[in-house]
Structure formats: C-alpha cells, structure tokens
C-alpha cells in the first residue's frame, strides 16, 4: 500500500509538526491544545458495527446503546444475523439500524484485505454496504485502520472547527473543506484530529462541554 500507517503517539507528532511547519493556524491551535491524542482503535466487524450505532444520536447515546449490544454478545456477523428483532430493538437499535447491522453483517466484508487496500478502495468497499455512507468510511479508516491521509469534510465539527481556527464567516461546506484539506495532504487524518481537539478545546473554554 505504500503508506506510512498512524501507529503510535509519534506518527501523529510526526504529521502535527509538518502541518505546523505548513500552515501557521494550526501551529497556533498546537500551542493551545498540546499533543494530540492517537485515536487509534482496533479494526473489524465490531467496530464498524459500533460506528454504525452511533450514527446520529449523541456520544452519550451511543455509548450506552453499545453497552447493551456488547452485553447481549452482538458483535459478530452470525449473532447479528441470529438475533431476532426484539432482540436488536432491547439494545436500543431502531429499525433503520436494524436494517443497517443486517446488511453488514451479511456483506462478508474480508477486514483483513481492508487493511492492504488503497483509502479510495476501503471506502468504496464500506459504502456499498446500506446504512454505511462517506462518513463513516472515512472516520473507520482514519482510527481503526490508522490511515494517515483520510479525511471526513462532512463532519460537522471538523467545519465548525474550520471556522473557528481560520476565522471564517461561516462553516465551510463538505465541497470547500474538501479543497482546502487537500492542502494538508498527506497527513490529513493528524488535520482531523487536531481540529477535532481544537473544537472541543474551544467549546468547553466556552463552557458548552
């Protein structure tokens, strides 16, 4: 694959201080928030299907509908495809994430041959499954599969975050924060993390966190 794969608190200084050097913004939001973290969290079906959940509804949300679904042992692709309706809906899934878990869990997506394919590929392959779109691809790939070049202009902190460190008169559309990103190529992933630090440094500076 040829790419230098995000690993360890290193790689990320690594990227951080090339995009310091490249563009004084961020070297400025560095001295605020200080090393950034490494986000990196294992791979495979579980995680995917993790994504999946929180899509739409709050951390908070997200991260109890998960505890159930870890509890009742609906991590893998034949105890999804075992589990009865009831069964998904006790762990808070609605019917669109239902439908959504099914079609992952029948994909057959080979993780292992994830992990060596190019990014455009990895998230063409994760976005022909239903319920999974650009997003969700980009972030598995950038912190489960530790890819140092994706990013995921559509999210909404990432453009508000955008706004705020460049000071712009209002949040970049998915189009205009794609181009800009381009500029931060090729460690776009260590972009994301950094603005996604920064945003939560900013809000709860301002106590919204």
């Not at 961020?26 to 990196?40: D, K, N, S, V």
């Not at 105890?79 to 809906?89: F, K, S, T, Y």
Request: glycine share 6%; aromatic share 8%.
């Amino acid at each position: 694959m040829g790419q230098h794969l995000i690993h360890t608190d290193a790689d990320v200084a690594e990227g951080a201080a090339w995009l310091a050097a490249r563009e004084p913004r961020f070297a400025h939001a560095l001295t605020e928030i200080g090393p950034l973290p490494l986000r990196l969290e294992p791979d495979g079906f579980a995680a995917l299907l993790q994504k999946i959940v929180g899509q739409q509804v709050s951390v908070a949300s997200a991260r109890a509908i998960w505890a159930r679904v870890e509890g009742a042992g609906l991590t893998t692709p034949a105890a999804i495809n075992g589990a009865d309706e009831d069964a998904l809906r006790a762990c808070g899934l609605s019917r669109p994430k239902m439908r959504y878990a099914r079609a992952l869990a029948e994909a057959g997506v080979d993780f292992d041959a994830l992990r060596d394919m190019p990014d455009p590929q990895v998230i063409a392959t994760l976005t022909r499954i239903t319920g999974i779109g650009a997003w969700t691809a980009q972030v598995y790939a950038m912190f489960n599969l530790g890819r140092p070049d994706v990013f995921a202009p559509a999210d909404l902190a990432l453009q508000e975050a955008t706004r705020m460190l460049f000071d712009l008169p209002q949040r970049p559309t998915v189009k205009e924060l794609d181009t800009r990103a381009q500029d931060w190529s090729p460690w776009r992933s260590v972009a994301a993390r950094l603005l996604f630090t920064y945003y939560r440094h900013a809000k709860q500076r301002e106590g919204m966190l």
